[in-house]
Each structure stands twice: as structure tokens, then as C-alpha cells.
């Protein structure tokens, strides 16, 4: 069992910067496949990162363009997402996700842990 417990969100001004984390319970951190995903009011929920446990690998979303960086700290059991330039559109729920695979996976329904989510709002 792995539980999640993100944090770092708030508000924040278009074309600023937030820094999420997430925090990971359990021994196995480090052999599991991380993402992020979000979710505005009325919208499916979307991908926006994955890590493969060895940081080697990553993806990204169309949409982040650049913008975010994901990373990871196994030592600490933290995966971190790194958001600059962020828009008014950026407005969402963020999610951390861990799945027990060695390849990256960009559809929600394959992750098994969840975390609460936290909040994030660019003001325009």
C-alpha cells in the first residue's frame, strides 16, 4: 500500500511559479512509475507528467510546452512538479499518481495510488 499526500499549491499571478510535492509512504518508492495529473471544474481529469523510477525517462503533456519540470528524490520519497510561466488555463486540481510499472502510462485509469489533490489558481 502507498499513499500520497501532495502540497505546495495556492494562488498565484499568470507568469508566475509554483513547486508542487508529493510525498510517498512505503518502501517501494523507488520502483514505482510517478505522475501528475489535474482536473478543472467540469473537465476530465489529464495527464500532465510522468517519471520513470530512475528519473532517466519523462513525458509531458502538449499543453506544458516547456513550462514544467518533473522530478524525483527517492531518498526522500518525493516527487516534485516544477511549474513556471503559468497560465490562467493552468487553473486546477493537481493530483499525484504511483503506479508498481517500469514504463511510463499517461491515462489515469492504469494508476493505482491517488493522492488528494491540491489546489491550484493563476489569476489573470
Known amino acids: 500500500q502507498v499513499q500520497l499526500v501532495e502540497s505546495g499549491g495556492g494562488l498565484v499571478q499568470a507568469g508566475g511559479s509554483l513547486k508542487l510535492s508529493c510525498t510517498a509512504s512505503?518502501?517501494?518508492?523507488?520502483?514505482?512509475?510517478m505522475a501528475w495529473f489535474r482536473q478543472a471544474p467540469g473537465r476530465e481529469r489529464e495527464f500532465v507528467a510522468a517519471i520513470r523510477w530512475n528519473s532517466i525517462t519523462k513525458k509531458y503533456a502538449d499543453f506544458v510546452n516547456g513550462r514544467f519540470t518533473i522530478s524525483r528524490d527517492n531518498a526522500k520519497n518525493t516527487v516534485y512538479l516544477h511549474m513556471n510561466n503559468l497560465k490562467p488555463e493552468d487553473t486546477a486540481v493537481y493530483y499525484c499518481a504511483a503506479n508498481p510499472t517500469v514504463v511510463i502510462i499517461t491515462t489515469p485509469n492504469d494508476y493505482r495510488y491517488w493522492g488528494q489533490g491540491t489546489q491550484v489558481t493563476v489569476s489573470s
Open positions: 512505503g518502501r517501494t518508492f523507488s520502483s514505482y512509475a
